[in-house]
């Protein structure tokens, strides 16, 4: 056992060597481990941090990790063994994490230790998790009586084991969806780099032609560029019905969501609160659902008068340009796109020619040394795709943290983009523990040995996920349980990434990371005006979407277990969308965000975090110094990560209280500027 790969996570894990049949014998000796050492620590008379907080943290990270590890894998690279070896392990994992939380005897020496004259010798960072991890035991359950902590442990597993089904059965439905096509004469319109992916699908196959699946990167090509009309909208009611009653009854998450909403009402009674949605608040900076709901109440009221007039100008382009009198929804995307290039002169397509992934990334880095200091160098490990790239945050010379780089979409991959940690940083006997994070995406694989290419919405995602990253490898923080994004709350952990976002909108970021492929030419001033010009195209639509999924999402976990979920989401279209929907559209099945993701009413925090994020960039435009701006973020945001409340953060960078003005003023959205 001791040659077990898992039993050695350190460093960069050894993915190489990591067998499916480690996993369960692993998981199973660390836990066993662990449950002995925390019976030994809880048998210690004295009360004191090191022997009850610092190896309380030692335990649960060296389980944590193993579990991340594998938990990470089930995400990039799921195959039936390693399911079946997560799904079997899934119940032990948290039973074995619920007990911890619900461990009384643990909660007593928390409370010993946080009103002791020792409490004031701690540092702000130590005070800070304390209090926080006192507040999760009591939001875990710890001072219920004994029977209400058992059903409070049954229903964690079983949220945890629904969560992950609701994923499996969204990539398998994903995964399972094909069209095939013997030659391009029904695919006109689609680009050139598109049909060599799908070409390049049914090659792997063994078949000639071309095949068509529900990755990201395929069904947004076909959406967005298809002249044919049918397919689209095959496409488009294959992406809407994924993984629910209109589909293959066993991958139906229906009563999955059902279930899950029904656990967490059942929990927050448990608790104390009225519903979920309250909760789900006690951790973050909104204070009450109906203050939440009001704030995307008052933002739809905003972006409302934009959006109808981006809806008229859509319905009035269709009409007059492409004889289309009564577009459908899986013709708004295709017709979006031919008013964008006719609007302004320049189509995706074309941006995409100048952006090869090598130069992006090469792009984002120089981004971030101008605003940090840091470099980012190369180096090779083992990793878990020939497609994942490692790289070592360097800075003065000495390593700062790591980040892996999954960037191509594949089947046996979740979809979206997403960053997670594998260790974080924490002050450890032997020095500081670096730490180190995977940054998930699903852009369009390289083709034939050609080199990707990406879109400007995907630049927007790579920095965007990157801003997450470096949250959690710039802290400064050496307490593991509030360095980096752990510890901050959920409404505020978007504000470093949308934060990134702004930045490729800047020309010399742009013109930087740009080569085009036949010419090696810069992007030119030109084409970058037509982009910024069409910076807010549709941006009243786009926002009224994200308040839609918001208020979704906040008043069904504030509703509780009631069965009319699918009710409450066509009553906020009904108030918020103006665009139709069809009735067989099944949006909640796949929103893997609310059910899966650690967003259950928390998904406002998108806008929530936006607020803030324009109003950080703001203070960039207002400076000729970036990199002393840079530094001043880095400080005030960045490397305090969770060590203390997220508002008294961003008011330290900003010397005042958050204003709306920047985020209405970036997204054009002013009053006055309705045409």
């Known amino acids: 056992m001791s040659e077990n790969v898992l039993l050695q996570l350190h460093d960069e894990p050894r993915y190489d060597a990591i067998e499916t049949a480690l996993i369960a014998p692993a998981m199973k000796q660390a836990m066993t481990e662990a449950q002995a050492a925390i019976e030994a620590l809880k048998a210690q008379e004295a009360v004191t941090w090191d022997n009850t907080v610092t190896r309380l943290t030692d335990i ?42 619900l461990d009384i005897q643990l909660y007593e020496r928390f409370k010993t230790i946080a009103a002791s004259e020792a409490f004031a010798q701690l540092t702000a960072a130590q005070q800070k998790k304390l209090n926080n991890d006192l507040r999760d035991f009591v939001l875990s359950g710890a001072e219920l009586n004994a029977e209400d902590q058992q059903i409070f442990a049954a229903l964690q597993t079983e949220s945890a084991q629904l969560s992950a089904q609701f994923s499996q059965n969204l990539m398998d439905a994903t995964d399972a969806f094909a069209l095939y096509f013997d030659d391009a004469s029904e695919l006109a319109g689609l680009p050139e780099d598109t049909l060599a992916m799908f070409a390049a699908g049914a090659q792997a196959e063994g078949k000639t032609g071309y095949k068509i699946g529900l990755q990201i990167p395929h069904y947004l090509a076909v959406m967005q560029y298809a002249d044919n009309r049918d397919l689209r909208e095959k496409m488009y009611q294959a992406y809407v019905t994924r993984a629910s009653d209109l589909g293959d009854a066993k991958l139906d998450n229906s009563a999955n969501i059902q279930r899950i909403l029904e656990i967490a009402t059942q929990e927050a009674k448990l608790l104390g609160f009225d519903n979920y949605a309250q909760l789900s608040l006690a951790t973050k900076m909104a204070d009450t659902p109906e203050q939440v709901i009001t704030f995307l109440r008052d933002l739809a009221a905003k972006a409302r008068p934009f959006a109808e007039q981006d809806k008229a100008e859509v319905y009035a382009f269709a009409k007059e340009q492409l004889n289309l009198d009564n577009p459908q929804p899986w013709d708004l995307t295709y017709i979006s796109e031919k008013l964008r290039e006719a609007k302004y002169s320049f189509s995706e397509q074309e941006v995409k020619q100048y952006f090869p992934v090598s130069k992006v990334l090469a792009g984002l880095f120089a981004q971030i040394d101008t605003l940090y200091g840091i470099t980012f160098a190369p180096k090779t490990v083992p990793t878990w795709h020939k497609d994942v790239r490692y790289y070592e945050l360097m800075r003065d010379g000495k390593v700062f943290g790591g980040v892996y780089m999954d960037l191509f979409a594949r089947e046996g991959k979740r979809g979206g983009a997403w960053m997670n940690d594998y260790r974080g940083r924490r002050e450890l006997a032997e020095g500081v523990q670096t730490p180190i994070a995977y940054l998930v995406c699903n852009f369009t694989p390289p083709v034939n040995g050609k080199e990707s290419r990406l879109t400007h919405d995907e630049i927007l995602t790579m920095f965007h996920e990157m801003g997450h990253g470096l949250h959690h490898l710039l802290t400064k923080v050496d307490e593991l349980g509030v360095s980096g994004i752990n510890g901050v709350e959920w409404d505020a952990v978007e504000l470093p990434s949308q934060f990134m976002e702004n930045f490729v909108w800047e020309l010399d970021v742009l013109s930087g990371m740009s080569e085009h492929e036949q010419t090696g030419e810069a992007l030119p001033k030109a084409l970058y005006d037509k982009m910024i010009a069409a910076k807010n195209f549709q941006s009243g639509l786009q926002t009224l979407r994200q308040i839609e999924f918001g208020l979704f999402d906040m008043m069904i976990y504030e509703q509780g277990a009631s069965e009319t979920w699918m009710q409450v989401l066509a009553d906020v279209r009904a108030e918020v969308a103006v665009l139709p929907t069809m009735p067989y559209n099944r949006f909640a099945h796949s929103f893997g965000h609310i059910f899966a993701g650690g967003y259950s009413a928390g ?73």
């Open 60 to 101: 649960t990270e060296t389980v944590g990790r193993i579990w991340g590890v594998v938990s990470h894998l089930n995400s990039v690279v799921d195959t039936p063994q390693l399911r079946t070896v997560y799904n079997e392990l899934m119940p032990e994992v948290t039973q074995f994490f619920t007990a911890m939380s």
């Open 603 to 675: 998904y406002y925090s998108y806008k929530w975090a936006e607020l803030l994020s324009a109003d950080a960039y703001s203070a960039f435009e207002e400076t000729d110094d970036v990199a002393a701006m840079g530094q001043k973020f880095w400080q005030e945001v960045l490397a305090v990560g969770g060590s203390r409340d997220a508002m008294t953060s961003f008011k330290a960078f900003r010397g005042r209280e958050p204003q709306i003005d920047a985020l209405l003023r970036h997204s054009g959205m002013l009053v006055g500027e309705a045409a």
